[in-house]
């Protein structure tokens, strides 16, 4: 007689089949999701550079092969201005490139203050990489290190100015270096793990254990104890700024420049730092 499969067998092998296919699917999303995470908060843009910052273009950097892997642009305060010994060391956010803030830039530098702006891997004219939290905490600490080296600038004169997720680099930075003697930070965007984790379309991944890209600013502003100018839109309130430790200032501003932008730079610089005489800092002028 012919052996005859039992019906709940033929079921229960389905079934079994079924649950490994599922988890197959699951794992494969989990790690579509840990390896594409980063395109979820950054969106860089390789955008050209214009005429005129093309000739201010400082490359540095370099990798093992001599291959400079950064671009950035120094702009020198005006001539004469109160804040000439002070240099801003500008964090871009993490959508598009420096050039998207080029009018908070030149803003800064209008005060009377030297910008240096650069664009992380991946970003503008700097080298091809995909960015993340950990390559671009690397990028901001070689920028500290070319201004401190390279242009001879003293770490007591540089300001840490983030913005978007640039505000957790520069967070940390201040941190990491304790002669930075102020920090400011603009319309930040940070610990994105808890944002990722609401979206539908990741509730459903163990979301917390995968993601990596949280760009922390909460905890680093608790303990920070360096002055802070902490600027956000009228709409726009930032949990982080009211937990972050003394001494700081927090600014709500109805646009990103204009005369209140103007007033708290100022406002904050004569509060908390010395104007310092430019034959004091080292600053070598382009």
Known sequence: MPEVVAGSWLLKAFGAMLAAAIACVYLALCLLFYQGQWQIVLHPSRKPATASSSQNLVHFDSESTGQPQLAGEFLPAPAGTPYSGLTVLFLPGGDG?????????????????????????????????????????????????????????????????????????????AASHHEIRAVILDSPLGDLRETTIRKTAWRYLPTGL??????????????????????????????????AASPKIVVSLPSPQGPQFNEAIRRFLDQYLPVPSPALTGTKQP
Do not use: C, W
Request: glycine share 10%.
């Open 210 to 243: 995968l993601f990596k890209e949280d760009f922390p600013l909460a905890e680093p502003l608790k303990t920070l104890t360096s002055p802070k100018l902490l600027l956000e839109g009228n709409q726009n309130e930032t949990p982080a700024f009211r937990t």
């Open 97 to 173: 490139s420096r050039t998207d803030s080029a009018a908070t830039q030149s803003a800064l530098q209008a005060l009377g203050l030297n910008v240096f702006a650069f664009d992380y891997r991946g970003y503008g004219q700097s080298a091809e990489g995909r960015p993340s939290q950990q390559r671009m905490t690397e990028d901001s600490e070689a920028a500290f290190r070319f201004l401190t080296g390279m242009r001879g600038v003293q770490p007591s004169s540089i300001i840490p100015y983030g913005v978007g997720v640039g505000a957790s680099l520069a967070a940390h930075l």
